[in-house]
Nanobody, 117 residues
């Protein structure tokens, strides 16, 4: 069974940083595009960032210049380094195979990120 475990969320003040981790079990990440997504209260789930097999990346306009996605295939893990966090970044963050919400077949539990003073 393909599973992800997301971790690293928490409460942080505006302007702060967090690093989220997405570790896969049951399969090897090496051959998949992996996306980070988020869902804020009362809003639809949205794509945040995606990393391809060749390590090329893309980002939502709202996080460009602040978030960095990376992958460590040896650890079977994808990271999302988040800096200059804003209250509007508050959401549950998920990782999944694929780069579009509609293409994701299975979601994990996610990790809560709260940006507040």
């Amino acid at each position: 069974q393909l599973q992800f475990v997301e971790s690293g969320g928490g409460l942080v003040q505006p302007g702060g940083s967090l690093r989220l981790s997405c570790t896969a079990s049951g399969f090897t990440l090496d051959y998949f595009r992996i996306g980070w997504f988020r869902q804020a209260p009362g809003k639809e789930r949205e794509g945040v960032s995606c990393i391809n097999i060749d390590r090329s990346t893309n980002y939502a306009d709202s996080v460009k210049g602040r978030f960095t996605i990376s992958r460590d295939n040896a650890k079977n893990t994808v990271y999302l380094q988040m800096s200059s966090l804003k209250p509007e970044d508050t959401a549950v963050y998920y990782c999944a195979v694929g780069c579009a919400v509609l293409g994701v077949a299975s979601w994990g539990q996610g990790t809560q990120v709260t940006v507040s003073s």
